[in-house]
């Protein structure tokens, strides 16, 4: 019987020469449900050279979005994120914050130690906030974790309207539209 | 009732390189029945029991990664007799004993999103 093949991934790819034949595949992947891989058994033939896998997390992590980034401040509701790696492109659907101000990410890993990092950047607020649109990352360390994102309410503005052809004569009535 | 006398056949599947196979082996009497089927150790040699005074055909099975895939002999045996065969068996030229696969690990609830580190195993034998 031959050896069981060790692939060793990086950033989603590895790559092994494998004698052709069934196989059982099984994974260790820190953060993740290693049971859950997928297929579970692969017959690795000639004449075919690239094989997919997928693996499952459980945790959950929660995003907290209120106006001051504390877990008793205002929420706001409709604040969106998204999964990423570490380039920043996204994976998954967004998820969006609810009147309690919690986004929430499922299927998420973690680990006591190792955890791999997960990346994630907000993609919108609720038009009246502003938001950080960079990428940002965190380990888990429990299945469950909710990390306060703050949300500031939009500055207020002094907006002037006035003729154009008389400097600084004031615009008594009318409307701006920002958009 | 007089005994039947008995004889047998070694059989010894050599591999052209070493190596050790498992080489599956059948025999049949001259009225076309299976009188044994079986595996050869793991060095390919068997000792298969038979009730001499007939003629037998032994046919052996290679591995997939060998060729011939199967070849047969004919061997008559005199009672109580002892009969070595011999099967040389080399690496299939056309089929390759291995080639440079690519594997794509990814998240499942994510899809594309890449497993960062981790390590896949393939294990023969246990399906």
């Known amino acids: ?179 | 009732m007089e005994k039947e006398s008995q004889g047998k056949v070694i059989i010894q599947c050599l591999p052209n390189y070493g190596g050790l196979f498992h080489y599956a082996v059948f025999l049949f009497n001259s009225k076309d029945e299976a009188v044994y089927r079986g595996t050869t150790s793991d060095e390919g040699i068997v000792e298969v029991p038979v009730h001499a005074g007939d003629e037998y055909e032994v046919m052996v099975k290679a591995p997939e990664c060998m060729c011939p895939k199967a070849v047969s002999r004919w061997v008559e045996l005199a009672p109580r007799g002892t009969c070595g065969l011999n099967f040389l068996f080399s690496t299939d030229p056309f089929i390759p004993d291995s080639h440079n696969v690519s594997f794509y690990f990814t998240d499942r609830n994510y899809v594309g999103l890449p497993i960062s580190k981790g390590e896949l195993y393939l294990c023969q034998g246990l399906m």
């Open chain 1, 1 to 179: 019987m031959p050896r069981p093949y060790v692939i060793n991934i990086t950033n989603g790819t590895g790559s092994e020469r494998v004698l052709n034949g069934d196989y059982s595949v099984a994974t260790n992947v820190t953060g993740y449900d290693n049971t859950s891989v997928q297929p579970a058994t692969q017959t690795i033939a000639a004449g075919t050279d690239t094989y997919a896998f997928t693996v499952a997390a459980t945790g959950t992590l929660t995003l907290h979005v209120t106006e001051d980034g504390t877990a008793g401040g205002t929420p706001v509701v409709g604040a969106a994120f998204a999964r990423c790696d570490s380039g920043g492109t996204t994976y998954g659907p967004a998820v969006t914050s609810d009147a309690s101000g919690n986004a929430v990410f499922s299927y998420v890993p973690f680990a006591e130690t190792g955890a791999p990092l997960i990346y994630y950047k907000q993609t919108a607020s609720d038009g009246d906030h502003e938001f950080n649109p960079a990428l940002v990352n965190t380990t888990m360390t429990a299945s469950t974790q909710t990390i306060e994102v703050t949300n500031s309410l939009a500055a207020l503005r002094t907006i002037a309207l006035t003729d154009g052809n008389y400097a600084n004569l004031p615009i008594e009535t009318g409307t701006i539209t920002l958009s």
